[in-house]
Structures are given as structure tokens and as C-alpha cells.
């Protein structure tokens, strides 16, 4: 589904491929009545935000088109505007001893496992080559996504104390995704030691960027 995903960029708001998507999810999911997303418009930025589905997409606006702060859903210019990133979330359940989480308004992204196809590599140093693609599940660990994608392009996140950092990141810039891990693992001083243990919280898709 993932590959559907990447599929999906460029896309127009009204566009079939988009409805035929959000109608897999919401056959997929325990979500039902109206899916209509909440929207949140800005002069460079449009979001809809699917919470049931575990879904963000972000529009950007096109030829010009500057759409003003808090339109509904009926005034926006379906025409001039395209997907230019998607986020797609993950829910898991905290741990018994876990501190007291701020809960998300989003539901965990309902299908699964979600297949990412990655772009072909030179063989790295040991001479391995790289998957071609990626499955992953709502348990799936940074150390995980590192084995299969290899380094990450850029990384972040972790630092400060644990109250109030954010969690450690990973771009896979070629491949037009990035990975926020989440739970007590993603945070804190130690946070890259413990960091392979860590769950993936947030998935960001986009499109690829080339050297």
C-alpha cells in the first residue's frame, strides 16, 4: 500500500485515486459515517487531516493560488493544489511503567503491513545489496528500518531531558521518507543507544530528493 502511497503525491484533492485510497482505509479500519477531514488551510499550505484513518495530507498550492487562513472544505481550489507530503501514523499502546503520554487525535494507521518500495543503491562496503523494498507493521523498530534501508541520509532528535525533548528522527532523503520513532526509547540523553528498540510513531512521505 505504501507504494500506492508515493502514488498519491501530485494528486489533486477531488482526484479518484486519492477516493479509491481513503475508501481502502476506511474498509480497513474500524472508522465509519462521515470521513469527511478536517481541514486547515494557510496561503502556502493546505492540510487534511484524517484522524480516524491515522492520516495527514498536506497541499500545496499551485499556479499562484494562495488559499486564505480556515477555509472550509467547499471553498478551496481543488485545481490548484497537489499533494506534496503525507503522514501517516502509529499509535501504540503505552507500556505499563511508561510515563503518562500526551494521546494523539489520531488513530494508528490502519493497514498493515505497509510496503515501501526504496530505491536501488551501489552495494555498500561489504559489498550487500540493498532491498528493494520494505515491509513494515506497527511494531516495527528503528533498528529494523535501519537493517533493511541501511543509514539514514540525515537524523535528529533525542536530545535534552526527557520531559521535553522530541523523539529521534530518520530521513531516507532518496527514497522520499522519514521515520519519528516514539515511547520512552525515542527520548532522553540515551535515546540513540535505546533507539533501535524504539517504534515508529510517524511516517512522512515525500516527494524524493536527488544529490
Known amino acids: 500500500m505504501a507504494s500506492d502511497l508515493k502514488q498519491l503525491l501530485g494528486q489533486k484533492p477531488s482526484s479518484s485515486t486519492l477516493s479509491k485510497h481513503l475508501s481502502a482505509l476506511a474498509s480497513s479500519s474500524s472508522a465509519s459515517g462521515d470521513l469527511t477531514p478536517e481541514v486547515k488551510s494557510y496561503s502556502d499550505a493546505v492540510y487534511f487531516n484524517y484522524y480516524p484513518l491515522g492520516l495527514s495530507i498536506l497541499f500545496k498550492p499551485i499556479n499562484g493560488y494562495k488559499p486564505k487562513t480556515g477555509l472550509a472544505r467547499k471553498d478551496l481550489q481543488d485545481d490548484n493544489l497537489e499533494i506534496d507530503g503525507i503522514d501517516i501514523y502509529n499509535v501504540p499502546k503505552p507500556k505499563d511503567n511508561a510515563a503518562r503520554a500526551t494521546k494523539s487525535p489520531y488513530t494508528t494507521y490502519p493497514i498493515s503491513p505497509i510496503a515501501f518500495t526504496l530505491v536501488p543503491l551501489p552495494p555498500d562496503k561489504d559489498g550487500k545489496t540493498r532491498a528493494e523494498s520494505i515491509n513494515i507493521t506497527p511494531e516495527t523498530t528503528g533498528k529494523e528500518f535501519v537493517l533493511v534501508m541501511g543509514e539514514p541520509d540525515r537524523k535528529g532528535g533525542g536530545a535534552g531531558p526527557s520531559s521535553g525533548s522530541i ?45
Open 167 to 211: 523523539g529521534i528522527w530518520c530521513e531516507w532523503a532518496k527514497d522520499g521518507v522519514m521515520v519519528e520513532f516514539g515511547g520512552e526509547e525515542s527520548r532522553g540523553p540515551q535515546a540513540w543507544e535505546r533507539g533501535k528498540d524504539a517504534v515508529w510513531k510517524v511516517i512522512s512521505v515525500f516527494p524524493p530528493k536527488q544529490d
